[in-house]
T-cell receptor, first 114, second 110 residues
């Protein structure tokens, strides 16, 4: 299995809703990432999990809450989002967090906040 | 600290060649290259780790200059499937923070 699987593919949520994005990989990768991508822009790093521990939080608002229940699974919990949070949310994984390996990206969740 | 890519956009005819540059004011720890088609995830193309390194597969290759401040991606005899946005990326050394360059939109016409 050489894929990163993200669900759901599309999500529309109200500003008072609570929802979660899910990311799964079975490649034995020990680093997992959340990126946010706006249209026609490069992906922006949000969180890095290294060996199942949160190692980087790029000053992301607390309405985004990451969770790594095990080495294969990464969640992003969403609560009280704003319309400007609408974007493509990408999950990625890498064998290790040291930048010496390419990243495998999931196909993303396209989030719309209404 | 974000690497700057040039050109921002390029349009080619099938069979033409293209070069995409990725530059930084500081030495890059490593350089990754990705292609992202509209509405899809970025796809890893290759990684360069050492100054002076060159590598490639099929008709896509890349180089990393000796000072590790510039990398170039070479697309030879372009095909329609090469269309997309190309990103270089790098780790901010010692931080595990991986950031992407500004991106280059490439369109290949029949």
């Amino acid at each position: 299995d050489t894929e990163v699987t993200q669900t759901p593919k599309h999500l529309v949520m109200g500003m008072t809703n609570k929802k979660s994005l899910k990311c799964e990989q079975h490649m034995g990768h020990r680093a997992m990432y959340w990126y946010k991508q706006k249209a026609k822009k490069p992906p922006e790093l949000m969180f890095v999990y290294s060996y199942e521990k949160l190692s980087i939080n790029e000053s992301v608002p607390s309405r985004f809450s990451p969770e790594c229940p095990n080495s294969s699974l990464l969640n992003l919990h969403l609560h009280a989002l704003q319309p400007e949070d609408s974007a493509l949310y990408l999950c990625a994984s890498s064998p290790a967090p040291d930048g010496n390996y390419g990243y495998t990206f999931g196909s993303g969740t396209r989030l719309t906040v209404v | 600290q974000q690497p700057v890519q040039s050109p921002q956009a390029v349009i080619l005819r099938e069979g033409e060649d293209a070069v995409i540059n990725c530059s930084s004011s500081k030495a890059l720890y490593s350089v990754h290259w990705y292609r992202q088609k509209h509405g899809e995830a970025p796809v890893f193309l290759m990684i360069l780790l050492k100054g002076g390194e060159q590598k490639g597969h099929d008709k896509i290759s890349a180089s990393f200059n000796e000072k590790k401040q510039q990398s170039s991606l070479y697309l030879t005899a372009s095909q329609l499937s090469y269309s997309g946005t190309y990103f270089c990326g790098t780790e901010i050394e010692g931080t595990y923070k991986y950031i992407f360059g500004t991106g280059t939109r490439l369109k290949v016409l029949a």
